[in-house]
């Protein structure tokens, strides 16, 4: 990164999942290694695979939003909403004293709106072929709208788009955040992802692919990244925010700097439609590619927050590829699947394993991988998984790893602040 590029930190965030509703509940729940897996209670399940995912907890819509208004969102809006609204109050990016037309919202979804598309498509089939949409089919459908809702809420005038690169959404979204403030295009940007497709066709359709566990004897240790004996993901859901602002104008404005995004990476693994390349090349690429772009050396890493879906070719294939990016230093890393905890959020899993990330570096903790029960021994012992419990360590910085259906890889590097 030789150009004089703006550095770009972050005043906010915004947090919920599976596990903890806000910020500092999502922290409790990985610090303290809580799984948010349980059967599925949106929908009859008796016929299904799998018959479990990380469904929210405590949510209801009349907690956020009028009932008209409600009604007008698919569930990935509304999650959005939500996210980015304790986001923007944290960072305090709600004041009229900031140039509106400066602060933008990149918002990320993998899939959209599934359950509006599955509510109108059933009712009209049910029907006498008469189409009788509601008006609000479309507008709740596309995947951009979460970010127009967000901005028309706040009034952000700003760079105003969607990214979509399945489960590495969010993750290019916060690239893309960075590029635009780096390049002085935004003073701010309200950044991250949102998806709930734990629906029949979610279900149903991973189930087709052979991709989810069916570990239905035992739904809350399903998600086993790198155990010998893990068969599949399991599907999450919630949202998860960022705000990225140009540091200048957030010390400005006296703005709380949680840590600093000082680099991304991108890359395609050009190999097959859902699974790895068996050498990692792809993610070799896209490690890489961050680093060089946050003008860091591999051994400046200390926490590796990685993909990590508990799948049997991922998982390996991963860590393969960080042993060829980090060489020796690969075993004095911490390394850690939160999807173990959370599940797997597809478009939203970059977002809110980027707030992991940023809350690790501030609490100077590493949240753990749980649910491992047999090593695998493809997978090489001197690797530091932090199974089990969460460890105590100062992080100078952290990687975050994302990688999506069709050979999409995203990197994000987030640093410990200093002026």
């Not at 009604?71 to 900031?98: H, M, Y």
């Not at 709380?256 to 990476?265: D, K, P, Q």
């Not at 070799?284 to 772009?293: G, K, R, T």
């Not at 749980?370 to 090489?380: E, K, L, Q, R, Y």
């Amino acid at each position: 990164m030789n150009l004089p590029y703006k550095r770009v930190v972050v005043t906010g965030i915004g947090a919920l999942t599976p596990i903890g509703n806000t910020v500092p509940e999502y922290w409790d729940g990985l610090a303290n290694g809580v799984s948010g897996a349980d059967f599925i209670k949106q929908f009859d399940i008796s016929k299904f695979k799998t018959k479990f995912a990380c469904e929210l907890k405590g949510y209801s819509v009349e907690d956020h939003f009028e009932r008209k208004e409600g009604r007008k969102l698919d569930r990935f809006s509304q999650l959005a909403v939500v996210a980015a609204a304790e986001a923007v109050k944290n960072a305090g990016l709600d004041s009229d004293t900031i140039n509106k037309d400066r602060v933008g919202v990149i918002w990320a979804s993998g899939i959209g709106g599934m359950i509006t598309f599955i509510e109108e498509m059933t009712a009209f089939n049910k029907g006498d072929g008469t189409p009788r949409f509601n008006p609000f089919f479309i507008p709740k459908l596309i995947l951009d709208i979460a970010a127009g809702h967000i901005s028309m809420k706040y009034g952000f005038r700003g760079p105003n788009f969607a990214t979509v690169s399945a489960c590495a959404s969010s993750t290019n979204a916060l690239i893309d955040a960075l590029m635009y403030i780096r390049c002085g295009k935004a003073d701010a940007i309200v950044t991250g992802g949102s998806e709930a497709v734990i629906t029949e066709s979610g279900i149903g359709g991973f189930n087709a692919m052979k991709a989810l566990s069916e570990r239905n004897e035992d739904p809350k240790t399903a998600s086993r990244p790198f155990d010998l004996n893990r068969d599949g993901f399991v599907l999450g859901e919630g949202a998860a925010s960022v705000i990225l602002e140009e540091l200048e104008h957030a010390k400005k404005r006296g703005a709380t700097i949680l840590a600093e995004l000082v680099g991304g990476g991108m890359s395609a693994d050009a190999y097959h439609l859902t699974a790895p390349h068996p050498e990692g090349l792809g993610v070799i690429n896209v490690m890489n590619n961050a680093l060089e772009d946050a003008n860091m050396k591999p051994e400046d890493i200390d926490y590796i927050n990685v993909h990590g879906t508990s799948t049997p070719l991922g998982d390996v294939a991963e860590l393969t590829a960080i042993q060829k990016v980090f060489g020796e230093h690969a075993y004095k890393l911490n390394i850690s699947s939160t999807k173990s905890m959370t599940g797997h959020l597809l478009g939203g899993a970059g977002a809110i394993e980027a707030v992991a990330s940023i809350l690790a570096i501030m609490h100077e903790t590493i949240p753990p991988t749980i649910n491992h029960f047999t090593d695998d021994p493809a997978i090489d012992p001197r690797f530091n998984l932090t199974f089990h419990t969460a460890q105590k360590r100062k992080i100078r910085a952290a990687l975050s790893n994302t990688f999506g259906f069709g050979g999409h890889n995203a990197s994000v590097i987030f640093k410990k602040y200093e002026d």
